[in-house]
T-cell receptor, first 107, second 125 residues
């Protein structure tokens, strides 16, 4: 199985900060990677698919990059609505697996 | 609007069974694969199983293989998760999710673009 490792596990930041979350795969997944945002008590929301494609309706301050085994999710200017937990997920080969999550907290 | 509504969760004793349902609306259900994922209390997300748009192909996580069965009824826009031999570590919120690609092909195939609100399953004696 492909293991997904996110860093950091927790991130403290202020409104307006540029935030970067890293996701590493245990083997190459080319660009078969998605990013999700989840708020407490709510279902996840798709932000990015195929590593860098922005889902329709998602603000342009979110961007994704990377290929192979290393990927990043960047929020260019953190907004109050962005405080949440973020997960990466690969869909290269079964079983699909998620990273353990990165919680973005208010500094 | 596009919507998924799960039902069937509850409290069940270890070893017993439960059947979850997920009713879809707002899109052509028969064109899309469907997934079930889960999230144990305070933990991260785990993919559980998925089924192709026509029900032909099904895949399972090792943790549920042989105990859980996914199925769908395209005439009723519904996907099911039959859970047998339930264990304590199956306790979680169970989400159904729509696959991102019609017919399963394309760059969104394997990404989950619409999620239901979740249904809680608690396995406890």
């Amino acid at each position: 199985d492909i293991q997904m490792t996110q860093s950091p596990s927790t991130l403290s930041a202020s409104v307006g900060d540029r935030v970067t979350i890293t996701c590493r795969a245990s083997q190459s997944i080319i660009t078969w990677l998605a990013w999700y945002q989840q708020k407490p008590g709510k279902a996840p929301k798709l932000l990015i698919y195929k590593a860098s494609s922005l889902e329709s309706g998602v603000p342009s301050r979110f961007s994704g990059s990377g290929s192979g085994t290393e990927f990043t999710l960047t929020i260019s200017s953190l907004q109050p609505d962005d405080f949440a937990t973020y997960y990466c997920q690969h869909y290269d080969s079964y079983p699909w697996t998620f990273g353990q999550g990165t919680k973005v907290e208010i500094k | 609007q596009v919507q998924l509504v799960e039902s069937g969760g509850g409290v069940v004793q270890p070893g017993r069974s439960l059947r979850l349902s997920c009713v879809a609306s707002g899109f052509t259900f028969s064109m899309y694969g469907m997934h079930w994922g889960r999230q144990a209390p305070g933990k991260g997300l785990e993919w559980v199983t998925d089924i192709s748009y026509d029900g032909t192909n099904k895949y399972y996580a090792d943790s549920v293989k042989g105990r859980f069965t996914i199925s769908r009824d395209n005439s009723k826009n519904t996907v099911f998760l039959q859970m047998n031999s339930l264990r304590g570590d199956d306790t979680a919120v169970y989400y159904c999710a729509k696959d991102g690609a019609d017919w399963g092909y394309g760059p969104r195939g394997g990404a989950f673009d619409i999620w239901g609100q979740g249904t809680m399953v608690t396995v406890s004696s």
